[in-house]
């Protein structure tokens, strides 16, 4: 993979894996905020499978809730028309929630997400309402009540759902974060910064970007970059483990060759290695697409709902993309109820790439790719400081953080003492940047008049000789998500389960598909998209 990167670049690279790190618990967010945070994850995965729809396409799994991280952390160092396209861009344009607001639900979404003990307590209303299974339980103690044999030859310390986000920015060596982006990327998430020489030692940061993101995804990633232009300012690499065992495990030995039809069932077919299934299940029937909506639990709180059109085909699978929004998905997950099922569905090993530049144009977030237009100026400075006397108040930080005048001004005056400030016609942000006794916030470009002859005046000009804009080049994505029988041994007792039921639901996965991996309690689609053809 070549990634090409001319001066002043950013390379975004999110990574995700699936087969979960704790951060600062004083971070925190309203219930509501919450909601509307992981339901704005949910409608950009949306746009995202209809903006990387391709015909020729065998699967399009992406991890939406890893690329929603990814640009979290471009908001949180951005102004102007970039920060508005950003804002768009994540769905947040007509929200009542600022951005502190949003930036502390994403730090305590994250938390929720890797810890044992969220925060939330979310009721699962299939799960509550479960009268299919026969055993009792609170919603909350659901994991101690129902204990699962343990599997053959199993540690004791291996743990039956794993998830880990992790955050990586890797800046070129003789450029500083800004102290508050970088307070804030910390504590809220749970970055890890390194300073890399691109220019002299290029192969040596790219084997030390690839290695950290091999150590975030238990060895399963190997590599993302292989070739960084020695120009490269910014690397950001976000990474999304997941390894979770179902609930019930599928019957090991019922894996084998059966048909499954690409192009609907009325074209030729081919054979794919299926799983089966038998037991209760959460379904709904989707009456308005005429689709079958099933959900296969995994232990704790994730499960994997699949989306399966009657006599599904790409062009249904597409129509039913259309269709998914957050709402919609809440109200059918509110609606599902658990039945004997019979489920047959696919073996899978995938791995998709997925360059997300164009992805973002489409969906209008375009400045951030553009030298003269992105300001991302609040990323990597070496102009503004914390302040002093201990540790500051992360909202405090935050309001530091907004894009407007005020604080525009307020960073002159900290690093330029008592000067004169006034307004200055710019068309873009950049041309106000170029001026190291410039600020622009609030699409207004503040300039400091006769600041006074001294050491910080120096040593703020002699940084602003070395400053160059900062954008985006490249964006890439690349998932590899592993679906197999995997669990606990309980097969036999499956297998009898099969031969006494008769199901109500026969839920066979051979045709086209629509999955999302939902973390419960949080409501964060993990991994997101459409399969066509489930062979490697």
Not at 243 to 256: N, Q, V
Not at 415 to 440: M, P, S
């Amino acid at each position: 993979m070549r990634i090409l990167a001319p001066v002043g670049l950013v390379v975004l690279v999110i990574i995700s894996y699936c087969q979960g790190q704790n951060q600062d618990s004083t971070v925190g967010s309203t219930p509501e905020n919450l909601a509307a945070v992981s339901q704005s994850v949910t409608n950009l995965a949306q746009k995202i499978s209809l903006a990387i729809a391709n015909p020729k396409s065998k699967t399009e799994i992406f991890s939406p809730v890893s690329i929603a991280g990814a640009l979290s952390l471009l908001l949180l160092g951005s102004g102007g028309a970039t920060r508005d396209e950003l804002i768009n861009v994540m769905g947040f344009q007509n929200s009542r929630l600022s951005f502190t607001d949003i930036h502390k639900s994403f730090g305590r979404l994250f938390q929720d997400l890797v810890s044992n003990e969220p925060a939330q307590n979310v009721n699962i209303p299939w799960r509550a309402n479960d009268k299919c299974n026969n055993y009792d339980y609170d919603e909350e103690d659901y994991v101690q009540q129902k204990p699962s044999s343990p599997q053959r030859g199993r540690r004791d310390t291996e743990k039956p759902v794993e998830i880990d986000v992790g955050n990586g920015i890797f800046a070129v060596t003789g450029r500083e974060f800004d102290p508050k982006y970088q307070y804030i990327a910390e504590k809220i998430y749970g970055i890890e910064t390194q300073y890399l020489d691109f220019e002299n030692r290029t192969q040596f940061a790219v084997r030390t970007i690839n290695d950290w993101v091999k150590q975030q995804t238990r060895g399963k990633i190997t590599e993302i970059v292989s070739h960084l232009n020695p120009d490269t300012m910014l690397v950001i690499a976000n990474t999304l483990y997941l390894k979770a065992e179902w609930e019930e495990p599928f019957l090991r030995d019922g894996t084998k060759p059966r048909p499954f039809f690409p192009d609907g069932p009325t074209r030729p077919s081919i054979n794919v290695p299926m799983m089966v299934h038998g037991g209760c299940f959460p379904y709904y029937y989707w009456k308005e697409m005429r689709t079958k909506v099933l959900g296969i639990p995994y232990k704790q709180n994730s499960t994997m709902y699949v989306f399966l059109p009657d006599e599904s085909n790409r062009g249904k699978i597409r129509t039913l993309q259309s269709n998914i929004n957050a709402q919609t998905l809440n109200n059918i997950i509110k609606n599902m109820e658990v039945k004997t099922a019979s489920v047959q569905f696919p073996k899978m090993h995938v791995q998709n790439s997925f360059n997300l530049k164009q992805v973002l144009e489409q969906l209008g977030g375009s400045t951030i790719f553009d030298r003269e237009k992105s300001d991302l100026y609040r990323v990597l400075t070496n102009l503004t400081r914390l302040g002093e006397g201990g540790e500051p108040d992360i909202e405090d930080v935050l309001d530091l953080l907004e894009d407007n005048q005020e604080n525009a001004v307020l960073e002159l005056k900290n690093n330029f003492g008592d000067c004169i400030t006034f307004e200055k016609d710019v068309d873009t942000a950049q041309q106000c940047l170029r001026d190291a006794h410039c600020r622009y916030g609030g699409r207004v470009c503040v300039c400091c008049v006769l600041p006074k002859i001294g050491r910080k005046k120096r040593q703020s000009q002699n940084y602003s000789d070395k400053k160059s804009p900062l954008f985006v080049n490249e964006i890439m994505h690349k998932v590899d998500v592993v679906v197999n029988e995997k669990g606990t041994e309980g097969g036999a007792v499956t297998a009898t389960l099969l031969d006494r039921i008769t199901p109500l639901v026969n839920f066979k996965a051979n045709g086209p598909f629509l999955m999302l991996i939902r973390e419960e309690s949080t409501q964060l689609p993990l991994f997101y998209g459409s399969v066509y053809d489930p062979t490697p």
